[in-house]
């Protein structure tokens, strides 16, 4: 397997494993999301702003790429039949693998429990990658819910998606963690869209301040500008509705955290698709 993010993005650069040549022909949009460590929420945001955009009647995709741990499932209270399992080895397309969930939502499952999806090759994986990709002329919004980290199975889907969300809590350790994964992007490929959000805070001030920390120094050793998408505050609600195997918005809509994440789904939709991909869906 390999094991520089260099590497890993060599892949892209060669011509048979060019995202780029599909981006003129796929109407969605294609974002991962994902974290510097775990726990930051990054599931249930994932899900919870593929419910708002299918509410909205857009064509959502949602693709449980935390492979052989996957969990996306759990908070959308389904239970897949297919994972990513079988499209590697029984010939299924991934639509064929998707499964209906709430509001219209498709799920594409990553497994939870099954090592060997945990284990996959690099080649393994740009299949998947580029299968992704052309699935965008099916969708308007394609959400890839990665792993946490810099680990060579998340950066592909990460170099391949073109538009990255980063989810972050106001706790140190989850900031310096986000920190690093925004570093290995940039210094491997500028051009990538990130993005952050700040979840779990008990204040918009703490959020704020959470984010500033990010911008000096992404401004300061980087030199680039980093956009955050919006803070979700923390909300019991939450996880009630884990715990219903429900999503936020439809087990508590009028909830603080609810509206902060649907303030993070218009904030995503309004904002410029990244250079080369084609811009929003309708609306």
Aim: with cysteine; net charge positive.
């Amino acid at each position: 397997m390999l094991r520089s993010a260099q590497s890993i993005l060599g892949l892209f650069k060669a011509d048979r494993f060019q995202p780029s040549r599909w981006f003129h022909k796929r109407p969605g949009r294609l974002v991962a999301v994902s974290s510097g460590k775990g726990g930051t929420g990054k599931s249930i945001l994932t899900t919870n702003v593929a419910v708002a955009y299918a509410r909205k009647r857009y064509r959502v995709a949602v693709i449980d790429a935390d492979l052989g741990l996957a969990n996306a499932h759990l908070l959308l209270g389904m239970a897949p039949r297919f994972n990513l399992s079988h499209f590697l080895h029984d010939r299924m397309s991934l639509e064929d693998i998707a499964d209906d969930g709430p509001f219209g939502v498709r799920l594409i499952s990553g497994g939870s429990g099954i090592s060997e999806l945990a284990a996959l090759d690099d080649v393994q994986i740009l299949h998947i990658t580029r299968e992704i990709d052309r699935l965008r002329e099916n969708y308007d919004w394609i959400f890839v819910d990665t792993s946490a980290g810099i680990g060579p199975q998340t950066l592909l889907f990460l170099y391949e998606a073109r538009e990255v969300i980063l989810v972050t809590t106001p706790d140190v350790t989850a900031l310096t963690d986000a920190y690093a994964v925004l570093k290995t992007l940039h210094q491997q490929d500028p051009d990538l869209r990130v993005s952050f959000v700040v979840n779990r805070v008990t204040s918009d001030a703490e959020g704020t301040a959470a984010f500033d920390r990010i911008t000096r120094a992404a401004s300061k050793f980087l030199d680039r500008d980093v956009p955050c998408l919006g803070t979700v505050v923390q909300d019991p609600e939450i996880g009630a509705s884990v715990a219903r195997k429900t999503p936020l918005l439809a087990a508590a809509p009028h909830c603080r955290a609810a509206k902060d994440l649907r303030a993070i789904a218009r904030a995503l939709r309004r904002s410029p698709a990244p250079s080369g991909v084609a811009g929003s869906p309708r609306g």
